[in-house]
Structures are given as C-alpha cells and as structure tokens.
C-alpha cells in the first residue's frame, strides 16, 4: 500500500532527527542530556519531527535575492581563539541550502572566527564577496562580525535594516541566560570577547521576523523555548540556559550535526538531493575549519574532530543522511520477489 507524501516525510523526518540526536560524547557534562533536550523540544513545538520543522521554517521563508542572516560563534576566545569545529560546518551547509534556493547567505561571527568560517564556506563551494556584491554573484556568500561590546545593540539595528533579512538562522551561538550572562558547556562563565547575538534575536522577535535555532548543550540561542528542561536535565542549566528562544528549536548530538538534519530534511520535502553534502565534502569541512586554527571544541586540540568525534564518525552520519533521503525519493519500487 503507497503511503502518502506526508506520511512519509514524517518517517524520513523521525529517521533523521533519531541518527542527529545519537549521543556520543566524552564530556560528563553532556553525557545523557541530547535525548532529554529533544524530547522537551518536541514537546514543546507540537509532537513532530524537528528536523521537518526546520527545514519548512527554512523552505518558508527563503526568497530569491533576499538576505538570510546565519550565525555561529560558541568558542570563548581565551580557549578557542579562532573558533571550533562544531558551527562553521553547519553553518556553511546550511548557508549552501539558503543560496541554492536562491537566497542571499549573510553570515555572521565573532571578528577572531571569520577566517575559520571563510575557509569553510569556500570549502562547501561558496564565493565570499562584499556584503554589496553578494546578492549579484550566484553561489555567494558575505561575512560579517558580531560585536562583542556595547555596540552590538545598534549594529543588529543596523544590520537589520541594511539586509532586510527574511529569516534568521543560529547555529551553535552562545546566548545569555536571564541575568545577562553567557557560558560555556562546562558552565563557565564567557569572556568579553562573545558576539552578542542575541540583539538580533531580540529585535527580530519584537519585528515578526521568522527564527530558528540549532544547539546542542542548552546555553545556545533557540534553548530560550525549552529554558526550564536545559535547567532540569543539563548539569550547570541553572546558570548555563539562555533565556534566547526562537520560533524553531531543533537540539542535535552536535550543533553541526543538527543543521545537516534541517538541510537533509530540505532535501527530502524538495525531492532535491543536490542539497545533500557528501562524506568528502564534510571531510574537506572539517579539514578546512582545522586548516583556519579551528579546534576541537571539547578538547582544545589541533584536531580532526568535532566535539570528542572523530573525522570517520562525522562522515558516517554524512553518508546515513544521505542515504535516508535518497531512499525516500525512490518512487514506485517493488520487491521483485
């Protein structure tokens, strides 16, 4: 009996949030947490898979030669100093999604991660040009800095207004919690040097304009919808949860891996598996984010890793996310015995 499209969408959409959500961490800290964040998240937003709602917030709201803002940036600059392994990827492929349909990808980071986020949107395919001349040059991108002082309030007006942006998009962005203080996973207090994204988050809800978030310990934008499961199941929530929701939340092992469910979820909708990354283009990802002084962000090092995980481990969920999706676009097929 033929199934119908929604139906299974739903199957594809549960396969690929159930792969994304599959914990593997070295870090007590983040130890059993993933599973109970994404049950509190889809609680939250209806029952349904996550990974359908991001990419329907995403297939909504990209409009042709209009700008869509992206961020990331979770690595304190005293540990991390050019940023780490887990963001930038999901950012770019992300970003690739947005221009594919015809969008214009804004990126946005802390000015000390730029050169890691450059090296791995060029890695995806990406052009990066002048903010002015993104929109007239298919397949390009513009990155810009986040402030991490007292101007970043009138820089996301600025920015705003400037781009005119018809969706924003987090992913693996540290957030304040309602004191006004960001931490890191471990609980530990951010330094001054954080890109205060949230200005844009704020000013974007008070304005209508659509959000989603992707994160992966509770202490990143988006966590805001599910504040109080953050301080119930992580350890360190009470102080490390952000107060900074969006309209869309999807929690994932690994931030990255999160924003390769949304695109691998686009896909599927769009019956357009060009938007899949490959194996080898994660593992050209990886190395390029590596390559830019990019590290693991659970250990420190000058490694290929993402988060305690290894470049195979990476690539293998890569290769399940493909071949969830280009499974589901077969159409008709019968076992011949």
């Known amino acids: 009996m033929a199934q119908d499209n929604e139906t299974l969408l739903s199957i594809v959409g549960r396969n690929i949030d159930r792969v994304t959500t599959v914990e593997m961490r ?79 990808p804004i990126l946005l980071t802390e000015a000390p991660f730029i050169d890691n ?11 990066v040009r002048d903010a002015d001349m993104a929109p007239s040059v298919p397949w390009s991108c513009a990155i810009l800095p986040v402030s991490a002082d007292n101007d970043a309030s009138r820089q996301a007006e600025d920015y705003l207004t400037r781009f005119d942006p018809t969706l924003l998009v987090s992913i693996e962005k540290l957030g304040p919690n309602p004191e006004g203080i960001a931490h890191t996973a471990s609980g530990k207090p951010t330094a001054d040097g954080r890109g205060r994204a949230e200005h844009l988050f704020d000013l974007a809800a008070s304005r209508g304009l659509p959000t989603l978030g992707i994160g992966d310990n509770g202490n990143e934008i988006g966590f805001g919808l599910i504040l109080d499961a953050v301080r119930k199941f992580k350890p360190a929530g009470d102080r490390l949860g952000t107060r900074v929701a969006t309209d869309v939340l999807v929690p994932a ?22 938007l899949l990354h490959t194996p080898e283009d994660e593992e050209r990802l990886i190395r390029a984010c590596v390559d830019a002084n990019g590290v693991d962000g659970s250990t420190g090092r000058h490694i290929l890793q993402v988060d305690g995980m290894s470049m195979a481990v990476n690539c293998g969920l890569v290769a399940m996310l493909n071949g969830i999706v280009r499974a589901s676009l077969v159409k008709g097929f019968k076992r011949p015995f």
């Not at 297939?59 to 869509?68: A, T």
């Not at 986020?117 to 995806?124: M, Q, S």
């Not at 390769?260 to 769009?270: D, E, F, K, P």
């Open 253 to 274: 092992n690994t931030s990255n891996w999160g924003g390769y469910g949304v695109v691998a979820a686009m896909a599927a909708i769009l019956e357009r598996p060009d």
């Open 26 to 104: 070295i870090s007590d800290y983040s130890r059993g947490v993933i599973a109970n964040l994404h049950a509190a998240a889809v609680s939250a937003q209806g029952g349904g898979p996550l990974s359908m709602l991001g990419a329907r917030k995403m297939i909504d709201n990209i409009k042709p030669g209009r700008s869509v803002i992206l961020t990331t940036g979770a690595g304190d600059p005293r540990f991390l100093p050019a940023g780490e392994t887990d963001g930038p990827p999901g950012l770019v492929v992300l970003a690739r999604a947005v221009a594919a349909l015809g969008g214009v």
């Open 117 to 127: 986020v450059r090296a791995t949107a060029i890695a995806i395919g990406l052009g």
